[in-house]
């Protein structure tokens, strides 16, 4: 570790702005990627500055639709105002900042930690250049924040009780983190010596809060999310999978990993299974691995021999060696080739979710309620009741049988809420949107569907 030296110091520094300036750049490269689900939370932060209280429309009874419980409390400062899409733009810089604030420290940590500086500079090449950390940090979710805290719980890898607690608040904005968060306090706890169970206490403490609140003021112990969404292993072996591939993270020789960097490697598993266990996500690029992307860069750093730097010999073209540099470049080569095939199309997410917005307002205004899967845009397009067919914040509709796309949602159950509009969205095909538009009451009931950006409106007759 860095000795204290100003010389050490200032190399800190370095490393600390070099990393922060690397990953800045990447965030610019995707700043224009955001995810609809982002303005849920929108809604429901709006709804408490009204003064209407914890809801998703201000008409319904209170749900627990944010799976991140205190996320809509976090974002309260920057949704002041009527324009949702004006806050999703300040949640949005929010995010950039604590990602890049936490990456800073992470570089500090990694710049004070003895190994050549060509392995700190893959390390830095490998994290600026992950697709899912850049796209996410700028996204509008709590991903993010998770980012930053995953991240400083990382840079903390020598300091197991501030590791714990950071780890824990990481998991009460991603639920399904928190056996990662118990298995990289435990790991970095027997890595220090210290007494396992206290530690491992204070990550799962904050869970425990988040548990005992939702018991308190919803009835259950777990967001609407888990009974809207049911998991299915298949779908979350085939997510795990392909958000390994996707992040292009470094490769760990395990057999080589001790103390930190093993207890990192462990918990990077042990969230994969929950991550499997949990069906995955459908949200794109690897949302549900982002957070430990900077887990296996620090590890890397960390697996690198020392007993070489001490003895002063050059590095020689040996296995250790040849393995490190093909590593190495893999995760920067696969990183590489991940933004040119998959980063483009998530560049125009925000100026094509803005333009559907804009269009669907003047459509929407005289509705008094729409039905719809993705309620996220559409929480932006009007400040109307919506009906969310998927269940995410309806918690009747979450009971029915099905996934949030093809709840059985009926066509007595839209008519009998006073549905006056529906949106379908046709080039997915979704179960619940076929059957409610194969439905004859609905045809009865409901016009022809009219273009609305890549949705149909369907308004009821007069």
């Known amino acids: 570790m860095a000795s204290g030296s100003f010389g050490d110091q200032m190399n800190q520094r370095t490393w600390a702005i070099l990393f922060v300036a690397a990953c800045a750049v990447a965030c610019a490269g995707m700043w224009g990627f955001t995810i609809d689900d982002a303005f849920i939370p929108i809604r429901y932060a709006r709804n408490i500055l009204g003064g209407h209280g914890w809801r998703f429309n201000a008409s319904d009874p209170p749900s627990d639709g944010v799976t991140p419980l205190p996320w809509p409390?976090?974002?309260?400062?920057?949704?002041?105002?009527?324009?949702?899409?004006?806050?999703?733009?300040?949640?949005?810089?929010?995010?950039?900042?604590?990602?890049?604030?936490?990456?800073?420290?992470?570089?500090?940590?990694?710049?004070?930690?003895?190994?050549?500086?060509?392995?700190?500079?893959?390390?830095?090449?490998?994290?600026?250049?992950?697709?899912?950390?850049?796209?996410?940090?700028?996204?509008?979710?709590?991903?993010?924040?998770?980012?930053?805290?995953?991240?400083?719980?990382?840079?903390?890898?020598?300091?197991?009780?501030?590791?714990?607690?950071?780890?824990?608040?990481?998991?009460?904005?991603?639920?399904?983190?928190?056996?990662?968060?118990?298995?990289?306090?435990?790991?970095?706890?027997?890595?220090?010596?210290?007494?396992?169970?206290?530690?491992?206490?204070?990550?799962?403490?904050?869970?425990?809060?988040?548990?005992?609140?939702?018991?308190?003021?919803?009835?259950?112990?777990?967001?609407?999310?888990?009974?809207?969404?049911?998991?299915?292993?298949?779908?979350?072996?085939?997510?795990?999978?392909?958000?390994?591939?996707?992040?292009?993270?470094?490769?760990?020789?395990?057999?080589?990993?001790?103390?930190?960097?093993?207890?990192?490697?462990?918990?990077?598993?042990?969230?994969?299974?929950?991550i499997i266990a949990a069906g995955g996500d459908w949200m794109p690029y690897a949302r549900l691995f982002a957070p430990i992307a900077a887990g296996f860069v620090l590890a890397f750093v960390l697996e690198v021999d020392r007993a070489r730097e001490a003895s002063s010999r050059p590095w020689k073209w040996d296995a250790h060696f040849i393995s490190i540099i093909v590593r190495g470049a893999v995760a920067v080569g696969g990183s590489i080739a991940m933004w040119i095939v998959a980063a483009p199309r998530g560049r125009h997410v925000l100026a094509d979710r803005t333009a559907l917005v804009l269009e669907a307002r003047p459509l929407l205004h005289d509705v008094k309620k729409v039905a719809a899967v993705d309620i996220g845009w559409v929480s932006a397009a009007t400040d109307g009741p919506i009906v969310d067919l998927a269940g995410l914040t309806d918690p009747q509709i979450a009971l029915l049988p099905g996934s949030h796309t093809s709840k059985r949602v009926d066509a007595a159950m839209i008519i009998d809420r006073g549905v006056d509009a529906l949106l379908f969205y046709p080039p997915q095909n979704r179960v619940v949107e076929l059957r409610l538009e194969d439905s004859p009451v609905i045809q009865e009931h409901f016009g022809p569907p009219q273009p609305l950006g890549p949705y149909l409106l369907r308004r009821a007759k007069n």
């Open 73 to 274: 409390i976090l974002i309260l400062p920057f949704a002041t105002g009527n324009d949702p899409l004006a806050t999703l733009d300040r949640v949005r810089i929010f995010g950039v900042l604590v990602h890049l604030a936490a990456i800073g420290v992470l570089g500090w940590k990694i710049g004070g930690i003895d190994r050549p500086s060509w392995i700190k500079a893959i390390a830095c090449a490998a994290l600026a250049l992950c697709l899912p950390v850049a796209a996410h940090a700028s996204s509008g979710m709590e991903t993010a924040l998770a980012m930053a805290l995953a991240t400083c719980a990382f840079s903390f890898f020598d300091r197991p009780s501030v590791a714990a607690w950071l780890a824990g608040a990481c998991a009460v904005l991603r639920p399904e983190m928190i056996v990662w968060a118990i298995a990289l306090s435990a790991g970095l706890a027997i890595a220090a010596r210290v007494r396992v169970p206290w530690i491992a206490l204070r990550a799962i403490a904050p869970t425990i809060v988040v548990i005992v609140v939702r018991l308190v003021c919803f009835g259950r112990p777990a967001p609407l999310a888990v009974l809207a969404k049911p998991a299915d292993l298949s779908q979350g072996f085939a997510y795990a999978v392909a958000a390994i591939v996707a992040s292009a993270i470094p490769a760990l020789a395990l057999w080589r990993l001790r103390g930190p960097a093993l207890a990192i490697a462990v918990a990077a598993g042990a969230h994969a299974i929950a």
